[in-house]
């Protein structure tokens, strides 16, 4: 597809816009964004989105940041890199192999 200056990158836009509102699924706005304007994407709607007080909620009381929970033999980072972030995690393993973080155990 042949765009024509700045008003054929609006056009392009907004035409993955509507396209977006009638479907639901963000992908034509997604590539247009990326591709054409070189911009990273970010979704107009925010799915699952969590408060402060729901992650205080959450939160084990018996651990600190910065301090490694009794019974944690190494650590282990794994970090994801995204467009304009990076996802970091950090698992402590004990000495038989074991993580406490269990993948689904999210309630």
């Known amino acids: 597809m042949l765009l ?46 969590l408060d402060a007080l729901t992650l205080a909620e959450r939160a084990d009381p018996g651990l600190q940041l910065g301090v490694v929970p009794e019974g944690v033999r190494f650590l282990t980072c794994m970090v994801d890199v995204h467009a304009n972030r990076f996802e970091v995690l950090i698992r402590g393993w004990d000495e038989a192999g074991e993580s406490a973080y269990r993948p689904g155990a999210v309630e």
């Open 4 to 49: 024509r200056g700045i008003g054929g990158l609006a056009a392009a836009l907004v035409k993955a816009q509507r396209e977006t509102d009638v479907s639901g699924e963000d992908r034509s706005e997604s590539e247009v964004s990326t591709k054409q304007l070189s911009i990273p994407y970010v979704p107009r709607r925010k799915i699952g989105t």
